[in-house]
């Protein structure tokens, strides 16, 4: 019996049937990390709260060759609502009406409705089930991987991974697919979500985004964070993005 299961199993491999690993044990307690990431995540949002960045948002639409690169000023005021004041653009401007423009305003309305609890888009246990995969190294730093799982198929929701710092527990890295997409502009949003330590705090510093659309095919967008500053007046700083 057992050289009959033996073969079975040499003549799955041989077809190119694979198993799945299982998990590795986390260090600590799986509740204990996603307990201690939910701290640290409501102590990142006081400290961005009230502070701006500038961005540099670069998109292309390869089939059509056309390219267009957005600088501008992100604020997140005191009350947690996001603005952008653009300062510069160059390229096509298809890019910036039909790209660009469509990308901050799914982000801000997303914002809007998360902040006046309409929508809530955030990494919690109401909204993800949580799996401890393993550990990476990130730039030196060891970050715990989490395999997030959304609890229902709702937009501003993805599936795909969580990275945490293992000594601060911040996000360092995030990355998967929406499963439900914002508009019926885009049929599937892939991204990844890079944040680097200032202070303590993860602040966000570069996001890559591969995005299919109707009617111009895939769409490469490529978000450049810098400059994290405090106390400026956000409130006034409204968008001036324009189609």
């Known amino acids: 019996m057992r050289s009959f299961l033996s073969a079975v199993l040499v003549g799955l491999v041989g077809i190119g049937v694979t198993f799945a690993e299982p998990y590795a044990k986390p260090p600590v307690p799986e509740d204990e990390i996603v307990s201690r990431y939910l701290d640290a995540t409501q102590e990142q949002q006081n400290v961005l709260r009230g502070g701006s960045m500038e961005v540099d948002i670069d998109a292309r639409l390869p089939k059509r060759k056309m390219h267009g690169t957005l600088h ?10 996001i603005t952008y004041h653009m300062l510069g653009f160059s ?13 901050l305003t799914a982000e801000v309305q997303a914002n809007q409705g998360d902040h006046q609890g309409d929508t809530n ?3 919690t246990p109401a909204n993800y089930k949580f799996k401890y995969k393993g550990t990476q190294d990130l730039e030196g730093r060891e970050a715990y991987v989490l395999r997030v799982t959304p609890r229902e198929k709702r937009v501003g929701l993805f599936k795909g991974e969580l990275w945490l710092d293992a000594e601060t527990f911040m996000p360092v890295r995030e990355s998967g697919s929406f499963v439900k997409t914002p508009s019926i502009f885009l049929k599937k949003v892939q991204f990844v979500r890079h944040y680097m330590l200032q202070n303590g705090v993860s602040v966000p510093q570069h996001t890559e985004s591969k995005i299919d659309a109707r009617f111009f095919g895939p769409v490469e967008l490529d978000i450049n964070y810098q400059k994290f500053s405090k106390d400026i007046d956000t409130e006034a700083a409204a968008s001036t993005l324009t189609k």
């Open 121 to 123: 888009f955030s990494i």
């Open 72 to 81: 501008a000023l992100r604020n997140i005021s005191k009350l947690g609502r």
């Open 91 to 103: 390229g096509d401007n298809t890019v910036k009406t039909e790209v660009i423009a469509r990308y």
